[in-house]
């Protein structure tokens, strides 16, 4: 009975490593060629990895959490059938994996790093799979590891019995104990709910115990830097510290992009799509930067000394929080859509990102950033410039104020629009007409119309 090793692969981002999520299978499982063997995390997405055998499921070769190298053998699958496919570069006709001859495309089940060391559990630490067969997207997935819920406990109410956020936090609050879990979306730490011990009931005055101070690992929490986060402080890391950041912003009197926004809202031709002031926003930063090319550029370091590269399109980025991290997805060729189609773009981007299923496609090639930072009640900020951009800009939230208007104070939907640039590229005068030019349009949205 032959035995194939299953090589951690290079899934096309140009990565190294990935983060093991979670183990769909468990020892002993049959499987067949293109079953899911495992979830795993790369800085850029969440990746499910088909069996390229069938047999049955040895040994897992990693542990849930594990960062391992791509490369790495990280499950065993014995008594493959003539299903299987042949061993090729990656592995032996046994199984065994061993260094590729040369350079080739790296395909599935092995890849161009060598073999790492990896930490084989004993069957006895080996948790019980209980959760196999659960249907849930990975960020539901994440977020119950997080809040230390198996999933096989949770009761589904989703569609076609697949588990919702709701479910995982319905069930976890149900728990008789929490301990500083910090949960993706808010950020909050959790309070920890202690069982009162029962007292005797002829007592007339119940004992009051002692306070003690809490343990030391409940009052701090280490958490490993890698997947999204590692990747997003090296770019941040490597963008502060490359280019001169300066930054700019000024107060617009929003009222009639809000009056715009309502317009659409009840408008037929956009009923089956979302409006809101980010899609005025996302058409305010593409006229400008028809006016102001510069700050769509990028700034190229090469053999022969500097150039900047103008970009006469429009990748226009949006920053997401998502249940993974910070994410930066584009709209391509963004010029070339009309509103409805923006929107429409906007809202496909975002319920893509909350889901965790941006593509790295998705995150590469943009040429200019907006970060929503009103969403969160954020008046102004100064962000950091996304590599290889030149400049990205921040909507505030929009609040009514009292603002001058022909000399009386009256209520009026007020923001902040701010930006940082790459200061070799753009100079003060064109980073200040591009962020005046996008205040213009959010006070008087029919500039769009010229």
């Known amino acids: 009975m032959s035995t194939q090793t299953f090589l951690l692969p290079d899934v096309g981002e140009g990565l190294t490593e990935a983060e093991i999520v979670s183990w769909r299978v468990a020892p002993g499982d049959t499987v067949a060629v293109n079953d899911v063997l495992v979830e795993i995390e790369t800085a850029k997405s969440l990746v499910e990895l088909p069996s390229p055998f069938a ?40 199984g065994e994996p061993h260094e590729p001859d040369g350079g080739g495309s790296v395909l599935v089940g092995y890849g161009s790093a060598g073999h790492v060391q990896s930490r084989r559990r004993k069957p006895a630490e080996r948790p019980v799979r209980a959760s ?41 609050s149900q728990a008789s104990v929490f301990r500083n879990i910090q949960t993706p979306e808010w950020g909050a730490v959790r309070e920890e709910t202690i069982p009162v011990p029962a007292t005797d009931a002829a007592a007339s005055v119940p004992a009051t115990p002692e ?50 926004v309502k317009r659409l809202k ?59 991290g910070l994410l930066v997805p584009n709209i391509k060729d963004a010029q070339d859509l009309n509103t409805r189609e923006l929107a429409r773009a906007l809202e496909k981007l975002t319920l893509t990102a909350r889901d965790g299923k941006t593509s790295p496609a998705d995150q590469q090639g943009g040429t200019i950033t907006i970060t929503n930072i009103g969403v969160f009640g954020v008046d102004a900020g100064t962000p950091i410039i996304n590599p290889g951009e030149v400049g990205i800009i921040a909507l505030g939230a929009i609040r009514q104020k009292p603002w001058v208007v022909d000399g009386e104070i009256r209520p009026r939907w007020v923001t902040t629009v701010s930006g940082s640039f790459d200061h070799r590229v753009v100079d003060g005068d064109g980073i200040s007409r591009f962020v005046a030019d996008v205040a213009s349009v959010l006070e008087e949205p029919a500039l769009l119309l010229d």
Request: hydrophobic residues 45%; proline residues 7%; negative net charge.
């Open 55 to 94: 047999g049955v499921v040895g040994d897992l070769l990693a542990d849930e959490g594990a960062t391992v190298n791509v490369g790495a053998a990280i499950i065993t699958i014995a008594g493959a059938d003539a299903a299987a496919p042949p061993a090729t570069a990656g592995q032996s006709e046994h």
């Open 211 to 260: 306070p003690q101070a809490p343990a030391a690992d409940d009052r701090e929490e280490s958490i490993p830097v890698r997947g999204v986060r590692k990747a997003t402080a090296s770019a941040m890391t490597s963008s502060a510290y490359s280019a001169p950041h300066v930054s700019v912003w000024v107060d617009v009197d929003a009222s009639r992009t809000m009056e715009l």
């Open 266 to 324: 009840t408008s037929p031709d956009f009923a089956d799509v979302k409006v809101s002031p980010l899609l005025i926003m996302a058409r305010a930063v593409i006229w400008a930067v028809r006016r102001t090319p510069m700050v769509n550029a990028a700034w190229v370091d090469g053999e022969d000394g500097a150039s900047i590269r103008v970009r006469h399109y429009v990748n226009l980025g949006i920053a997401a929080a998502t249940p993974r």
């Open 132 to 172: 196999v067969g659960v249907v849930a997207k990975p960020p539901i997935r994440k977020l119950a590891r997080d809040l230390g819920v198996d999933l096989a406990d949770v009761t589904p109410s989703g569609a076609a019995g697949e588990v919702t956020r709701d479910d995982v936090m319905k069930h976890a």
